[in-house]
């Protein structure tokens, strides 16, 4: 799957698709946010969760650059080794 399929599918079918196909990295927890990082092929995406509901908000996705800046350096060796 390419970012630009992935992009156009609905909310819900996104969803779906990282839980059944994406690899789960790492998260970042704040007060009043919870985002989960995930590898589907050769881009990353974000689920990102209201705290207080425990529901999903909002479903990010992108190739790289400074979203990944909040995540454990870890990430990146394993997509040099990986990808």
């Given at each position: 799957?390419?970012?630009?399929?992935?992009?156009?599918?609905?909310?819900?079918?996104?969803?779906?698709?990282?839980?059944?196909?994406?690899?789960?990295?790492?998260?970042?927890?704040?007060?009043?946010?919870?985002?989960?990082?995930?590898?589907?092929?050769?881009?990353?995406?974000?689920?990102?969760?209201?705290?207080?509901?425990?529901?999903?908000?909002e479903v990010r996705?992108?190739?790289?650059?400074?979203?990944?800046?909040?995540?454990?350096?870890?990430?990146?060796?394993?997509?040099?080794?990986?990808?």
């Amino acid at each position: 799957m390419t970012l630009y399929e992935f992009n156009i599918l609905s909310f819900e079918e996104k969803q779906a698709i990282v839980h059944d196909i994406g690899i789960f990295l790492d998260n970042y927890v704040t007060t009043d946010i919870r985002i989960n990082c995930y590898a589907i092929d050769k881009f990353f995406v974000e689920l990102v969760y209201n705290s207080e509901f425990n529901t999903i908000t909002e479903v990010r996705s992108f190739k790289c650059g400074h979203e990944m800046e909040k995540y454990s350096p870890d990430i990146f060796k394993y997509f040099k080794t990986n990808l």
